[in-house]
């Protein structure tokens, strides 16, 4: 056996939030949401706390005090709470239940360290089960059985050992085991931060794939850690399941991620690479890729690639490049897809193979764009060559995509046509406008003779009313048949025009 030192409830020692005096002068009653409010604004942090366990809505009556700010919760809150300091926060968590917790160590030379305990209630003696265990320095991490018993391994121990244990409801309890020193050793610094708007996994477990992906014992873990993370420098991952940080991966931020078919982590400040999937539970940033898809549950900031899809709970500063689909909220930059992408306000380009869906998007490139705050139009026209084509168009309020089907009765063995396209509304000026449209026609008679024509047109629109719109233009036309040997290229200037309505 060890020397250890058993702390518990450490967060509830003075740290500098805290320590700070305050002065609270009101003398009525008012919302313990309101109270706690100013109290944060005058010291210059935010409160944190879970609504479940703390009613802002309650009116507490506060007589005049003076003092430190420990004081003054203990005074307005009770003895069942506690409290975590973090940069820029300052968490309050219901904590009336207190743990004990026993260890035996084990040291062979040559062989892992061993750490085995059992986790009770202090007032019964009762075991708890699935309590997290976790060392922070090395970051490795358990749940209790339903003995209470845990077992964990350090293979590179530092000098102490720093055992905590959480669990909803109550207070963290830590245990230092006092290992032999190394001279010259030097603990690893390891950053941690606490993310009071943290969803509990929400985000991430909000999607098909991140509750498949996620494992009740990482569900157990979030909440027993209640927003607390760690910084890593790097992981390497099998499955989620086969990870250089155990259980504790899903609460780690690394800056190089490697996962050989798929990893489960915190997030990633820096590349993360997956031969088939990445999952990540908070953010992302500057660079992510994967074989088939990643899956992120807050925001992405920087390039991610996949071969399939990229799926972002939240929102996307930079670039997505996908084989099939990408999908977020907001996008600062640029969504790119083989076949479709979906966002809700797009503040750059959306360019697609066949659909763009957002809330707004100016700049959507694809076939259909379905635009919140853009505009739809069925119209129909004919051009120079007798061509009568019923035409969809679709977009922003800049770029707009068509596609449209046509018959010419004249047309002999190419009488039937599929157009595509690209348009864009150069101004827009009361019932006036001017659209210009590139767009490419198949012409064919369904037996063995096709014809390709590109066109550009310019067209001046004139709107009636809210719905309805006369377009007449000019358009050049270059065309070339499949078999250049029967029919020579032909370019060529006419015209066209059509009624189109909109909504």
């Known amino acids: 056996m060890v020397a250890g030192a058993m702390l518990t409830g450490l967060t509830c020692v003075a740290q500098p939030y805290l320590a700070s005096e305050i002065a ?9 949401g309101d109270l706690l409010d100013g109290i944060s604004k005058q010291q210059g942090f935010y409160f944190a706390y879970n609504s479940d366990a ?6 507490v009556d506060i007589p005049y005090y003076r003092g430190s700010l420990v004081g003054f919760l203990e005074q307005l809150l009770g003895p069942d709470y506690v409290y975590k300091e973090s940069p820029g926060y300052l968490i309050i968590r219901y904590a009336p239940r207190l743990m004990d917790l026993t260890v035996h160590v084990e040291q062979r030379r040559g062989r892992p360290l061993v750490v085995e305990g059992q986790v009770k209630d202090a007032s019964d003696g009762t075991v708890i089960n699935q309590a997290s265990i976790y060392e922070r320095n090395v970051l490795v991490s358990t749940l209790s059985g339903p003995t209470g018993n845990f077992r964990l391994s350090f293979r590179r121990p530092n000098e102490t050992i720093w055992l905590t244990v959480s669990k909803e409801n109550y207070r963290d309890t830590t245990l230092a085991l006092l290992l032999p020193v190394e001279v010259g050793s030097k603990p690893a610094a390891r950053r941690y931060w606490f993310f009071p708007e943290d969803d509990g996994g929400r985000g991430l477990e909000g999607t098909a794939l991140g509750r498949f992906f996620t494992n009740s014992k990482q569900r157990i873990q979030r909440i027993n850690l209640d927003g607390f993370f760690a910084y890593n420098a790097y992981q390497i991952s099998f499955t989620p399941g086969i990870s250089s940080q155990g259980l504790f991966n899903s609460q780690v931020v690394n800056q190089v991620s490697l996962n050989i078919m798929g990893g489960h982590t915190a997030g990633v400040n820096g590349v993360e690479v997956g031969g088939l999937f990445n999952v990540n539970q908070r953010d992302v940033r500057y660079f992510q890729t994967a074989g088939l898809f990643n899956l992120v549950g807050r925001n992405v900031e920087g390039v991610q690639i996949a071969g399939i899809s990229n799926i972002v709970v939240g929102d996307v500063s930079g670039i997505q490049v996908s084989g099939v689909n990408n999908r977020s909220g907001d996008v600062t930059g640029m969504q790119l897809s083989g076949v479709f992408n979906v966002a809700a306000a797009v503040r750059g380009v959306q360019l697609a193979g066949l659909v763009n869906i957002a809330d707004s998007s100016d700049y959507p490139i694809g076939l259909v764009n379905l635009v919140k705050n853009g ?10 060559g007798g061509m009568a084509q019923l035409t969809f168009r679709s977009g922003g309020r800049v770029l707009y995509g068509l596609v449209g089907v046509g018959y010419n009765p004249g047309g002999g063995t190419e009488r039937y046509g599929l157009e595509t396209g690209l348009g864009a509304r150069l101004v827009t000026a009361g019932m006036l406008g001017l659209d210009a449209e590139v767009t490419n026609r198949i012409s064919t008679g369904f037996k063995k003779n096709a014809l390709s024509q590109w066109s550009v047109r310019l067209l001046p629109q004139l709107h009636i009313g809210r719905h309805w719109g006369i377009a007449a233009g000019p358009a050049l036309t270059y065309g070339h048949p499949d078999n250049e040997g029967e029919r020579s290229k032909t370019a060529r200037v006419g015209l066209y025009g059509g009624l189109s309505y909109g909504w």
């Not at 703390?54 to 009116?59: G, N, Q, S």
């Not at 505009?375 to 120079?384: A, L, Q, S, T, W």
């Open 24 to 32: 609270v002068n009101r003398a009525d009653t008012q919302r313990l």
């Open 54 to 59: 703390l009613d802002a809505d309650r009116r």
């Open 375 to 384: 505009r739809r139009r069925v119209g129909i026209g004919v051009d120079g």
